[in-house]
């Protein structure tokens, strides 16, 4: 054991270290731009998820439409909106740019269309009037095409048939357009079923394709059997038949229409088998031409008539004993400088398929159709059928050629030259009225009421000199009985009695016949003038009669009336 006392105390412990770890001190204020950028990030990224390609439609004009305002619409959804109008470089058209939905992406192709819906008012009816309060907007029909496409040319007006509408389209062909219009309504019975979505002429044909659309269900009444025609307007007729009016709506008289129908005359197997789409119909002008049976190829005729035609038109019926069996096609004057007159050609074409089975009983296997119908028509001339212009109408003074048997008719046969057959006619009724009228008046002329007046004249005359010389006697006469006896006087009176009978009697005839104003010379007189003004009534009768037959009904118009013009011009 040791007395150090260092030695003995313990060794202490060395003092630990202490470190202080350094805190980030963050202010919060800083959360709020953190947060900022946050949300903005989240705000794009769904943006760039949501936000769809960009295209460019050229229109010609950018009325309606503001850039950020106005939408892009399929089916009345928001698939878009416009991001800017720019005019384009040669100032024909202006870019609008549209940015699409993701969700729209695929409506990008090359066959999809674009349009601006406006209010529009037209013959086919009104639309877009829901745009007058939220705005014009951009309406898209979708493709189908698997192309994607950036840039494309706007429609004008909405397109008639839009991808997906049920229902079919048909061709038609037609001669004459009328008042038809792109959205022209199409009617069955009436009912509207369709409407007419596009027409274009064809130069090489002359004719017109006119496209129709008719809408599901009511396609499956288009079948092989069906015949279309144009329904136009109203349909004013007047014939033998009386006033007949046919229309098929109020829309159709203003806008013009197209109506349809099954023909009677098509087999049971066309009417069962709907028509495909490829199927091209002919348009007919009127409901009885589409309806009508068919004729086949018409027989063209000739006929020649020596008198006028006046009321004849080109389209008058052909009739056969009741029955049309053709029409009018021209009417044109042919010189014959043989004869130095100016006769009347008129060309007609003919359906002998509407006579009926009576052509069969001169049908001939061996020879064609054409052949047989000639022989036919020529059996029946030789027969006696003849052709004749007749009245059809006495009020409008219309006429028509008829086909009839004239048993007094000379005999003569059809002759064939330049592909038409001439058929032999005969002058009509009215024909043979005027110059029986003309042969009256020419009588009447020759009858010499001059010379008859004038020796009238000279037998009155006569008769007033006889009754003078008369007087004279009776005035001796009677002083030669004052001289004689009362007994002879006595006689002498009785005598002087019948004598002045006698000598009033004379007087009356020279008052009633010899002076220049007795009522017999008047009569006379009369009755001659009344005569010539008859002779020349007829005359002008027969004239007028020639010019306008029709009067013979309804009578002569009314004249105008004078003083009201004066009244006018005054």
């Known amino acids: 054991m040791t007395d150090d006392p260092i030695a003995a105390e313990p060794p202490r412990p060395a003092h630990p270290a202490i470190v202080r770890r350094q805190r ?73 740019s549209v940015e699409l939905d993701k969700s729209a992406a695929g409506l990008a192709v090359m066959d999809s269309r674009f ?50 509408e049920p229902g079919r389209s048909f061709e038609l062909t037609a001669t004459d357009l009328g008042s038809l219009d792109v959205g022209s309504p199409v009617y069955y019975r009436r009912a509207r079923v369709g409407r007419v979505v596009g027409y274009e002429l064809d130069p090489q044909r002359d004719r017109l394709s006119v496209r129709v659309f008719v809408e599901a269900p009511h396609d499956k009444l288009v079948n092989q059997g069906s015949r ?10 007047f014939s033998a038949n009386g006033l007949q009016v046919n229309t098929q709506s109020i829309a159709s008289v203003l806008a013009g229409g197209i109506a349809f129908a099954t023909s009677p005359s098509a087999a049971a197997s066309a009417v069962a088998t709907p028509a495909p789409d490829t199927r091209r119909f002919f348009l007919f002008q009127t409901e009885q031409a589409a309806l009508a049976p068919p004729d086949g190829p018409p027989l063209r005729l000739r ?25 009018v096609r021209s009417i044109s004057l042919d010189y014959d400088p043989k004869r130095r007159e ?23 296997a061996d020879a064609g159709a054409a052949r047989q119908d000639a022989a036919f028509l020529k059996r029946m001339v030789e027969s006696g059928l003849r052709a004749q212009v007749r009245s059809g109408n006495l009020l409008t003074g219309q006429l028509y050629v008829a086909f009839d048997f004239m048993p007094k008719a000379k005999q003569a046969t059809l002759v064939e030259a330049d592909g038409a057959l001439t058929m032999p006619t005969v002058p009509s009724a009215f024909a043979d009225i005027q110059p029986q ?28 000199v006889a009754t003078k010389a008369l007087q004279k006697t009776l005035t001796r006469a009677n002083a030669a009985i004052d ?55 007829l005359r002008v009768l027969s004239d007028y009669l020639q010019q306008h037959p029709e009067s013979i009904l309804r009578g002569k118009p009314a004249d105008p009336d004078v003083t009201r013009s004066s009244e006018g011009t005054r």
């Open 483 to 537: 001289k004689l006896s009362p007994e002879a006087q006595g006689a002498i009176t009785d005598v002087r009695k019948t004598l002045e009978a006698a000598r009033q009697a004379l007087e009356s005839i020279d008052r009633n016949v010899a002076q220049p104003d007795a009522p017999l010379q008047r009569n006379a007189n009369q009755a001659l003038s009344e005569l010539q003004r008859a002779a020349q009534s």
């Open 437 to 464: 009228l003309a042969d009256i008046i020419n009588r009447i002329s020759q009858v010499p009421f001059d010379k008859i007046g004038t020796e009238l004249q000279a037998t009155l005359e006569s008769a007033n």
């Open 228 to 237: 279309f025609w144009n329904a136009s307007g109203v349909d004013l007729s």
């Open 24 to 96: 980030l001190r963050l202010s919060l204020v800083w959360l709020v731009p953190i947060a900022a950028v946050v949300i903005g990030i989240v705000l794009t990224a769904r943006t760039l998820l949501q936000t769809g390609p960009e295209i460019t439609i050229e229109f010609r004009t950018a009325e309606g439409i503001q850039p950020g305002r106005t939408e892009v619409r399929y089916k009345e959804v928001v698939i878009g909106r416009v991001t800017d109008v720019a005019l384009k470089r040669n100032r024909e058209a202006v870019i609008v």
């Open 342 to 364: 100016v006769p009347v050609e008129v060309m007609a074409d003919i359906y002998p398929p509407r006579v009926g089975s009576e052509r069969e009983r001169y049908a001939n």
């Open 303 to 327: 006929m020649v008539f020596m008198q006028s035609v006046r009321g004849l038109a080109p389209g008058a019926p052909i009739d056969l004993l009741g029955v049309e069996i053709g029409s």
């Open 115 to 164: 349009w601006v819906v406006r209010p529009r008012v037209g013959a086919s009816g009104v639309s877009g009037l829901n745009t007058l309060f939220s705005g014009a907007y951009i309406g898209v029909d979708a493709g189908v095409s698997e192309d994607t496409q950036r840039r494309f040319i706007g429609l004008e007006a909405a397109p008639y048939v839009l991808r997906g």
